[in-house]
């Protein structure tokens, strides 16, 4: 069993020194103690292991709206949309008249675990970077979320059911990954946070 000594820790919101008690860490909280704060800082942190991330049936999916039968399931980490098959969600040419809207590396998703909410994030960003010369590259008809056009080097999340338009023509809808329940629970971890220094 870990004993607690009296401790100093940095206060979560004023980052001022607050002394804590054995018995603060027996409550699981100390309030700030500093003239205009009196933030309650908790003092054991709860998240998930990472270890869950293994064997997970998915990390979501982009559905084309025009035809749902068409799912595209995303990975955890870089995940680049577009028609070339180097793209790790590499998707059809949709022709709309006698041309293609989407570019052949269109935009990039980065697929996240938050690992305090167990929650899996979205990051969209328009554009990727170039497989040969790695320098990164816009599309040519632009990455809409929700109906905005993304500016240059703008990073937004698409939440689920979010809808990702490539090239102003075509959209997909996030059905993003729920990790259920029970599961993530098997996973939490709680953890005495470290103090600054013990006396
Ligand atoms: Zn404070």
Redesign the pocket.
Known sequence: MTVFKNSLIS?Q??G?RIAVKARDFENGAIQ?T?VG?G?INQLVQSYYDEHILIGLPSFGQLVYEANPTMKYPLRLGTNVVGTSPTCEVAVERFIHGDKCYISRRHCTIEVLFNKWTGRFRYQLQDGASDIDSHHYKNSLNGTMLNGYLLQNGEKMDLNDQGLLGLGGKDVFRLEAYLIPGKMLESYRISKVIEPDETQ
């Open positions: 206060c919101k004023c001022r700030c500093h704060c933030y």
